[in-house]
């Protein structure tokens, strides 16, 4: 490949760092501080602030982790496919293992320390705990015993840990909800049913450019066990069940208006036509139209995600 591996400090840890993809956590955590200020009628900027910062050290900890936990396979994939894929952080020597792993803990280390120092900082008792919990998903998304990403269960736990687990820690953050008492969701939770979903689908969409070398290397993902076709029919099943979800949720929950979850709705239905249109041609082994067909997934959930939260939040606050 053609492209030029970045060099200096700051540009190999930025590009470790993989700011393209930070969406996928940023997203699903304001969306909870949106649930979180939905509770109170009105936004924290500390508990606001402290949630971006504290998601900011839970992704470099599950990006650097992810990139230690998958040299091998990453290795194996820029042997197969030189010119089709993207400098790799390990493989490619843009960073060393050991200072890929020192990041990692020293990330994943941070982030503890910024939810135990929360309790006091932000009177949220429960905050080091729930931080903990949060951050041992993403343990056992990569990291041995479990390492559930190899053994096929990865992207259900990432639908669980980004689509349930962060937005919950980040709406007691920002609400003050009790994390473990019979008050520990905000009132909107049903909503986090079509979350979960979306990144569930989102999971399962990132793994369609790895097909055949997670096969190579031993990884049991979606993608390898169901063939690229079929993993690309679920993705487009979960976006529709999470459409359905959230205007269940507008129809049978009570602290969920329906008039706040249609347009998300119509949305996702809108990303859906594209997607499938997009889906012919994303193909094993069409890396740029793999790359297109993810776009349109990420613009899907991130556009839908973000208004709805906004929407519940201005609801709540302007007009119950």
């Known amino acids: 490949m053609s492209e030029r591996l970045p060099t200096g400090f700051i540009a190999r840890w930025h590009y470790a760092l993989k700011p393209g993809s930070w969406s996928k956590l940023f997203v699903p955590a304001f969306f909870g501080q949106c649930l979180g200020a939905a509770h109170l009628r009105r936004f924290d900027l500390v508990c606001l602030a402290a949630g971006m910062a504290l998601t900011f050290l839970m992704l470099a900890f599950v990006v650097l982790m992810n990139d230690f936990a998958d040299r091998e396979v990453d290795a194996i994939k820029r042997r197969m496919f030189p010119q ?5 952080t390990i493989p490619d020597g843009i960073l060393p293992a050991s200072r890929v792993l020192l990041g990692g803990l020293l990330a994943g280390a941070a982030a503890l320390g910024l939810g135990f120092y929360s309790e006091g900082w932000l009177n949220r008792p429960q905050a080091g705990l729930a931080t903990a919990l949060a951050l041992g998903v993403f343990v056992a998304y990569s990291l041995p015993p479990l ?5 096929g ?8 840990g980004v689509g349930f687990a962060l937005p919950w820690l980040q709406a007691y953050l920002q609400g003050g909800l009790g994390a473990f008492d019979l008050g520990w969701m905000p009132r909107a939770w049903p909503v986090l049913f ?7 689908a989102s999971a399962v969409g990132s793994g369609l450019s790895d097909e055949v070398s997670d096969r190579k290397g031993g990884k049991r993902t979606f993608t390898t066990m169901l063939g690229n076709p079929g993993a690309r029919r679920l993705c487009e099943l979960l976006v529709a069940l999470a459409a359905g979800a959230w205007l269940m949720a507008g129809f ?3 602290h969920v208006p329906l008039v706040v979850t249609l347009v998300p709705v119509l949305m996702l239905l809108y990303r859906l036509r594209q997607l499938w249109a997009a889906s012919t041609d994303a193909v094993t082994n069409a890396f740029p139209a793999q790359a297109h067909y993810k776009n349109i997934l990420h613009r899907a959930i991130g556009g839908s995600v973000e208004l709805l939260g906004v929407s519940l939040f201005l609801e709540r606050a302007f007009f119950s």
């Not at 390492?147 to 053994?151: A, E, G, I, S, T």
């Not at 269960?153 to 669980?160: A, I, Q, R």
């Not at 079509?194 to 569930?200: D, M, N, P, S, Y």
Request: glycine share 18%; charged share 20%.
């Open 84 to 88: 089709g894929c993207s400098p790799k």
């Open 147 to 151: 390492r559930l990403n190899y053994r």
């Open 153 to 160: 269960g990865g992207e259900l736990l990432e639908g669980l």
């Open 194 to 200: 079509g979350l979960v979903l979306l990144a569930f």
């Open 252 to 254: 049978f929950a009570e």
